[in-house]
């Protein structure tokens, strides 16, 4: 039953409490292993769409950004190049964080002008014109 179980559980964890931390532990020992670098998701399998996507745009394109960060994020380069890959990604950051910043006073703001979005159809078109029986929503029954 349900209270055995709970019963024999809480028993087991009274006698034995640094059992349940070091199993805890292991675990996340074994999941430090797996993740490389950059990881923040876990690594679908090769045929995923996304990942042969980006596998192949890296391959074919090495400067691209996206591709970088994808393969990385997902942990599906080998562990020394995806290690490269992140410093380069992170001080690519980095930089743009300590951009410096222009105050807004010493920038001289022009106004824009706003296009109108109306059309206007003042004049007529010879060429179009509609008979009484070829207008819309005629129907014949």
């Known amino acids: 039953s349900i209270y055995e179980t709970k019963t024999f559980l809480s028993r087991a964890v009274r006698e034995n409490p640094g059992s349940v931390v070091s199993m805890s532990s292991k675990a996340i020992k ?5 993740h490389k670098p950059g990881q923040k998701f876990p690594t679908p399998t090769p045929g995923f769409a996304d990942r042969v996507f980006y596998e192949t745009l890296l391959r074919q ?16 380069l080998p562990r ?6 992140y410093k380069k990604i992170m001080e690519r950051k980095g930089m743009k964080r ?37 207008a819309m929503g005629s129907a014949v029954m």
């Open 30 to 34: 074994e999941e430090s292993k797996r």
């Open 98 to 134: 300590s951009a410096p910043s222009v105050s807004s006073s010493s920038v001289v703001r022009k106004k824009k002008k706003s296009k109108s979005n109306i059309i206007r159809d003042d004049g007529v078109d010879v060429g179009m014109q509609v008979r009484g029986d070829e």
């Open 80 to 85: 020394k190049e995806a290690s490269k890959l």
């Open 61 to 76: 394109r090495p400067g691209s950004m996206m591709a970088q960060e994808w393969c990385v994020n997902f942990g599906v």
